[in-house]
């Protein structure tokens, strides 16, 4: 299939689930219905898109909910309920649409794991294919837990509505971390299905909804000023290649801008967010021409700043390492000495301060350690390489 | 979204005195064997199955003989306490606490007499979170 008719389709998925869950009612049912008008178009259009593909695919899309409704014979209430709606004439207002459904697939009832699945694909317009595929598991088992997904949402009382003003920011910041967690998913793992594509679009897309949200402006700045310097991420071999060393000319330029232009809007609005700290502590690493250049006193700030709003010995660890390049690895150290033993990476950035601090010995028995612990292969491999190179 | 393997031992446990299956009776072994499959459906039902396979018993342990030499096949540098890995189910769970639960379960499959066979599992982490090393 052409890249364009996948395109589209990714850019209609939400807009004919909205008009169809209105329709209908069971958001469940569309889903499922919209799913399989997808695949048909996918088989189809190469040969030739329709004149109106939106009415096209909410057409298909409602049969297959009609046929669906009526093979059910239990259901068959519900098939009057969807005749005797009128088929909404022309497309139907899709700004508020998706934020909907966007509420609806990050519902505070699910685990971000089923948020994630049910999000790629009613939002996204993704094939359970190909999120089974990006996530390495079986299409099956993806496809169960995305209608797991929709019972949950179902049975917690989640509906196609806006949420109350009083939940409206909290229900939102869960969306947030959805894309957000997608986004890490796809930024760390490559290849496989671009993900990281995929919620750069997704996050645009909500950035257009919400101009005047500073934190989804942030989050998509974020996005954007890592997304950068992905290409220099890894070596001809597909070896990690840490920050310091990266190849800077290879950093997307256009990327950095859009991320730098959003962010300063955002900052202007003065309502600080951890998305817009993140992007701001990024920000400050993509204007660096040399990793020695680096501004790591305004890095510092930052995560100062970012400690007082969220705590965590994430948080720390990453402060950690801006300190010592400011106050020295021995201060930096210190700073990390009480954070539990089983924080992810701890290890790595201990052996990081033990190395700088001219302790080698030290940093090659961390290094080891932190392999042994890494949680991905690449990271691990990266681990090994620093402890032999200090040893 | 952390993938956890798990791996099923037999005969590693010496706290497990768990009569071996070439005594169970036709029945016992079919109520095991549909206890399995019935695990893979479960977990393919909750979304979290990504694979499950049984291995053969007669394994070989193998290494590099040297330069110009044959592969060195023998039945295990240990053959006295041979343990013996009977398969896996491989696993996509919200957290390691979820992978320890399905294990227990699987640790209950059904033996002789009917009763909990406490298998032991090894779990272990896949390593295929995102990376980072910045």
Redesign the interface.
Known sequence: MTASVEDLLRDLAPQVLAALTRRSGDFAAAEDAVQEALLEAARRWPAGVPDDPTAWLVRVAGRKLVDAVRSDAARRRREQLVRSRAVPAGPAPQTDDTLLLLLLCCHPSLTPTSAVALTLRAVGGLRTAEIAAAFLVPEATMAQRISRAKRTVAAAGGRFAPPTDGERARRLALVLRVLYLIFNEGYGSGGRVDLVAEVIRLTRGLSALLPDDPEVAGLLALMLLNDARRPARTDAHGRLVPLAEQDRSRWDRAEVVEGVALLQRALRQDRRGEYQIQAAIAAIHDDAASAEETDWPQILAWYDELLLLTDTPVVRLSRAVSLAEVDGPLVALRSIERLDPSVPRLAAVRAHLAEMAGDRVAAARLFTDAARIASSVPEREHLLRRAAAVG | ???FLLLKHYGGDPDVRCTPMSEWTPSEVAAHIDFQREVGRM?????????AQGLSGDGAWVRYGGPGEPPVVTDGPFPETKELVAGWFLI?V?SAERAYEIAAYVSSAPGNGGKPIYERLEVR?V????????
């Open positions: 979204m952390p993938k977990l393919t039902e909750s979304g979290e199955f990504v694979d996509d919200e982490l390593m295929s979170a995102p990376a980072t090393v910045e």
